[in-house]
């Protein structure tokens, strides 16, 4: 299936989306396509997926790879949190631009965002209940991605919630490489089956993996796929 299954370096990623969203008209279409007005073009069925994890206002919730803080944004608007959710992104200029956007909410004191890679979370073990992540994962490689998930194993607590959710590795997938090349060539990328993201899991310490409907995603119009994950 198209996309790099070698070695993807996380940094150079980052990098790439934080031009993308820095720079002239496009970065003004990424910058609303991934706020938290336009949740509803790229992650059409958000409110259904979150609503697996089942997350409450007392959990202590983290977004690996947040990019812009768009889904706490919008958590953070439906429930006022015990404890401010953590948005990590490898992109200082997500962050900064993320960090405008939360300011822009209103919620500044109720969001925090932090540099880090989904390789190394800076955070104690069982620091968190549920972990989230969307639209992330298929930019690491095979040896980043178990790395990645037992650093989330490591970071929940016994019996917390890993919600993820990517596009799936699938023939009709095929149209997602069409769009990226019209939107010009995207950063690295390798796309996996439910099968396959559940066997990392299990290596990586998860007891149950289950896998639910998304819904229908409007952009790009193609196969996701979403797993809960129970630590």
């Known amino acids: 299936m198209g996309g790099n299954t070698g070695h993807i370096d996380e ?21 609303y ?20 994890a089942n997350i409450t206002s007392q959990d202590r919730v983290l977004d690996l ?9 919008a958590l953070a608007e439906r429930m006022d949190f015990t404890n401010p959710p953590v948005g990590v992104d490898v992109s200082p200029d997500l962050i900064r631009i993320g960090e405008q956007e939360i300011g822009k909410a209103g919620l500044r004191d109720r969001i925090r965002l932090q540099l880090a890679p989904a390789t ?10 549920v972990v989230l992540t ?20 490591r970071v929940l607590r ?15 997938s095929a149209l997602l490489f069409w769009s990226a090349r019209l939107t010009g060539l995207p ?11 559940s066997a990392a899991l ?3 310490g998860f007891e149950r993996v289950v896998r639910f409907n998304t819904g229908v995603f409007l952009v790009p119009p193609v196969p996701r796929v979403a797993l809960l994950a129970t630590r």
């Open 202 to 204: 299990r290596v990586a």
């Open 158 to 172: 016994p019996g917390g919630r890993f919600l993820l959710w990517e596009f799936e590795k699938s023939p009709r």
């Open 187 to 197: 950063p690295a990328f390798q796309l996996r089956t439910a099968v396959e993201f």
């Open 33 to 52: 396509v991934f706020s938290r007005r336009g949740l509803w073009v790229i992650n059409t069925p958000y409110r259904r997926i979150l609503g697996v």
């Open 120 to 129: 190394r979370l800076p955070f104690e073990a069982g620091s968190f209940d």
């Open 65 to 73: 790879g947040c990019g812009i803080g768009n889904i706490l944004i």
């Open 134 to 153: 969307s639209h992330v994962l298929k930019h690491l490689d095979d040896e980043a991605l178990l790395t990645c998930f037992r650093e989330v194993a």
């Open 11 to 31: 940094t150079a990623v980052g990098n790439h989306y934080g031009e993308w969203f820095s720079r002239g008209l496009r970065g003004i279409g990424m910058r």
